[in-house]
C-alpha cells in the first residue's frame, strides 16, 4: 500500500476509545498497536491522555518497533474553556510535546472536547489563541502542529462559520489543518470543497464514513466520497498521513475488526480504483 502512494494510511485510537468511554481499553494500547499493525496500517495516532504506560518515549519505541509501525501523530484532546490554557493544561500539552521530540516528524493534532456552543465568539477567538501558543511552542520544539475540528452538536468546530472564523485566523506559520472528512460532511458541508477551499492549510488527514443516521459509519458504507477525497490527495502530491478513525456503531461492539476491516477496505477497495 505504502508503496503505490505519495502517502501513508494510520488508524486513531478512537475507534476502541469509544467503547465505554475508553474504560473497556483502558491501558491497552499494546493491544491497539499489534491490531493497527495487523491491519497493515504504516502508522498511529494515539490519545496523550490514554497512553497509559507508553507515554514513555522509550518504551513506545520499542514497541512501535516491534510491530513495524510508526508513530504519526498524537492527539491532545482538552477543554480549553478559558480565555487561556489552565495551568493543567498547559503542562498537559508541554508533556506532550515533549513525547513527541523523541518522534521527528510525527504530529500534534489538537482537539477540542465539545463542551457547547455557547458564546460563541469569545470562545471562538479563546480557542484560536490557545491553539497558536500551544502550536508555537511545539514548533520551536520542532513539532509540527495541526488542528482538527470536531462536529458533535456541542463542538464549537462544527459549522461552516465555525471553519471560517477559526480556520483563517489560525497562525499558518506554526500549524496546520486536519480536515476530518466524516466530521465535515456531519457538520452540513462538502468534505472535497472544504478541503480545497483551505488547501494551503492541510498538513494531516482523517477519514471516516457518515451515513447521516444519525451520524457515522463503517468505512465505506456511507456517503463520503473518499476514492474522490484520495484520488485529489494524490493529484495535489500530498505528502502527509492519512489517519482512519472509525465511529460507526460497530467500533462499539468489536473495535478489532472495524480496524481489521478499515485496513482491507483500504488495499482491497480504494487504493485499487486511484489512477
Not at 518522534?103 to 500534534?108: N, V
Not at 463542551?115 to 490557545?130: C, F, P
Not at 480545497?196 to 464514513?209: F, Q, T
Not at 495535489?236 to 460507526?248: L, P, S
Request: proline share 4%; charged share 30%.
Amino acid at each position: 500500500m505504502t508503496q503505490q502512494l505519495p502517502f501513508r494510511f494510520g488508524s486513531e485510537v478512537y475507534t476502541w476509545f469509544m467503547n465505554n468511554d475508553g474504560e473497556t481499553y483502558k491501558g491497552q494500547l499494546r493491544h491497539m498497536i499489534e491490531v493497527i499493525a495487523k491491519a497493515e496500517f504504516s502508522g498511529i495516532q494515539p490519545i496523550y491522555s490514554w497512553m497509559g504506560e507508553l507515554s514513555d518515549a522509550d518504551r513506545l519505541e520499542a514497541k512501535l518497533k516491534e510491530q513495524g509501525i510508526e508513530l504519526a501523530a498524537l492527539s491532545l484532546a482538552m477543554d480549553w474553556n478559558g480565555a487561556e490554557e489552565s495551568e493543567k493544561e498547559r503542562a498537559e500539552a508541554d508533556q506532550a510535546i515533549s513525547l513527541l521530540q523523541h518522534f521527528p516528524g510525527a504530529i500534534l493534532c489538537t482537539v477540542q472536547k465539545p463542551t457547547g456552543r455557547h458564546d460563541l465568539a469569545s470562545r471562538r477567538h479563546n480557542l484560536v489563541n490557545i491553539v497558536n501558543s500551544i502550536s508555537r511552542r511545539a514548533m520551536e520544539k520542532g513539532v509540527p502542529c495541526s488542528f482538527h475540528p470536531n462536529s458533535p452538536h456541542t463542538s464549537i468546530t462544527r459549522t461552516e462559520e465555525d471553519y471560517r472564523v477559526i480556520l483563517e485566523a489560525l497562525d499558518s506559520t506554526a500549524t496546520g489543518w486536519t480536515p476530518d472528512v466524516g466530521h465535515i460532511i456531519n457538520g452540513g458541508m462538502d468534505p472535497l470543497e472544504k478541503m480545497k477551499e483551505y488547501a494551503s492549510l492541510i498538513n494531516h488527514m482523517h477519514y471516516k464514513d457518515w451515513d447521516g443516521a444519525p451520524e457515522f459509519t463503517l468505512m465505506g458504507k456511507g456517503k463520503v466520497d473518499l476514492l474522490a477525497i484520495t484520488q485529489w490527495l494524490k493529484d495535489r502530491d500530498y505528502k502527509g498521513w492519512i489517519i482512519c478513525e472509525d465511529e460507526g456503531k460497530e467500533a462499539l461492539e468489536d473495535p478489532d475488526a472495524v480496524t481489521l476491516h478499515d485496513g482491507r477496505w483500504i488495499r482491497e477497495e480504494l487504493v485499487p480504483k486511484l489512477k
